[in-house]
């Protein structure tokens, strides 16, 4: 089992820069990938970004490229998005989510543990 707790969303401008963390505690953190999702209301959840067990590969959706960036620190299991550029279509509850493959899922169903989810709220 591994358990997620995300933290860092919030109230922001439009053009400001935001630092999403996502701590993790359970069993094998390092050994899979971890990836951030987000949804707002009546939409499905969308994916943002993965990152391999290692860190040493990521993926990240195009609408996301050259803003959005993850990271991870296994020694203490810990998953980060930082975020620049905000724009008010990326308003969303972002999700962190683990999976126990070493490749990097972009779907909701290839991942297995979900946290609650933090807001983030971009004002234009």
């Known amino acids: 089992q591994v358990q997620l707790v995300e933290s860092g969303g919030g109230l922001v401008q439009a053009g400001d820069s935001l630092s999403l963390s996502c701590a993790a505690s359970g069993d094998t953190f390092s050994n899979g990938a971890m990836g951030w999702f987000r949804q707002t209301p009546g939409k499905e959840r969308e994916f943002v970004a993965a990152?391999?067990?290692?860190?040493?590969?990521?993926h990240y959706a195009r609408s996301v490229k050259g803003r959005f960036f993850i990271s991870r620190d296994n020694g203490t299991n810990t998953v980060y998005l930082q975020i620049y550029g905000l724009k008010p279509e990326d308003t969303a509850v972002y999700y962190c989510?683990?999976?126990?493959?070493?490749?990097?899922?972009?779907?909701?169903?290839?991942?297995?543990?979900w946290g609650q989810g933090t807001q983030v709220t971009v004002s234009s």
């Open positions: 989510a683990a999976a126990r493959v070493g490749w990097l899922p972009i779907v909701p169903h290839e991942y297995n543990y």
């Open positions: 990152i391999t067990g290692s860190g040493r590969s990521t």
